[in-house]
């Protein structure tokens, strides 16, 4: 005889996401072009010229 049990309505845990190679690399490139845009704040030239009065 056969008898037929309900399955149980408990869902399986799921590890989390690990980050993908593909997002990692994304955000490296992200982290060296906000470095570089933060790095090249260019001051004006400084002038080489005497500034004592003539």
């Known amino acids: 005889m056969i008898t037929f049990v309900?399955?149980?309505n408990r869902v399986?845990?799921?590890?989390?996401?690990?980050e993908s190679r593909f997002?990692?690399?994304?955000?490296i490139a992200?982290?060296?072009h906000r470095q570089t845009d933060t790095g090249?704040?260019?001051?004006?030239?400084?002038?080489?010229?005497d500034k004592r009065p003539m």
């Open 30 to 32: 992200a982290d060296k």
């Open 40 to 49: 090249t704040t260019r001051r004006d030239p400084q002038k080489a010229g």
């Open 23 to 27: 997002d990692r690399i994304r955000r």
């Open 12 to 18: 399986p845990a799921t590890k989390p996401a690990e």
């Open 6 to 8: 309900p399955k149980p």
